[in-house]
């Protein structure tokens, strides 16, 4: 499915809705509808920053593994660090919102949510290739080299961590505590590894 918002073209992938309609329908916690509205808050700070800065994406594209956004502008005529750091921002700054509402109001469910939005800045600023703070790191080495070397570096750097999640996944199904997930981060990141920009 394809819409036009503000000249953006959004791509809703098939697969996108049938993995959300799934995930809806076997989630037992209640926290699958405040993890996706923490990442729609994660994705908008982006967008934000990128109106901000005069530089409105293509197309967004929502596909089962992520939210893609691709550009036709110049990532260094556009701040490329701010708009990559606005997305973890935005959910710290609801964080600080909902922690502070807690404190106030002793609401659970505010601090349930603070937390998701924690942990969706933290994972997204890990220094790994595919996620924001894989890019705020390879601009940063880049200052000291060319940005081949520098996206090869966070490319071994990511790989690093690909290893270390399936190791902990190991760890945990010997344990007795079978994590899915680690082991789907693991798989996440050493294709991440792979890829060439």
């Not at 961590?161 to 997930?181: D, P």
Request: hydrophobic content about 55%; some cysteine; charged content about 10%.
């Amino acid at each position: 499915m394809k819409f036009k918002f503000f000249g953006t073209e959004i791509y809703v992938s098939f697969l996108f809705c049938a993995v959300v309609c799934f995930m809806l329908a076997v989630d037992r916690t209640g926290l699958v509808i405040p993890t996706l509205f923490a990442v729609f808050i994660h994705e908008t700070g982006h967008l934000l920053a990128m109106w901000a800065a005069d530089c409105q994406p293509k197309q967004i594209r929502l596909i089962p593994s992520s939210v893609q956004i691709v550009r036709s502008f110049s990532p260094k005529r556009c701040g490329e660090a701010a708009i990559a750091f606005c997305g973890p921002a935005a959910n710290l700054v609801i964080f600080g919102v909902l922690t502070a509402n807690y404190f106030i109001f002793k609401s659970e469910q505010s601090i349930t949510f603070a937390l998701l939005n924690l942990v969706i800045a933290v994972f997204n600023l890990l220094p790994v290739s595919g996620l924001d703070g894989g890019t705020l790191l390879t601009l940063f080495v880049a200052h000291f080299t060319d940005i081949y070397r520098a996206e090869r570096i966070v490319r071994i750097i990511t790989a690093v961590f690909a290893f270390a999640a399936f190791l902990l996944g190991v760890y945990l199904w010997v344990s007795g505590t079978v994590n899915i997930s680690v082991f789907i981060v693991a798989v996440y990141l050493g294709v991440c590894s792979l890829i060439k920009k």
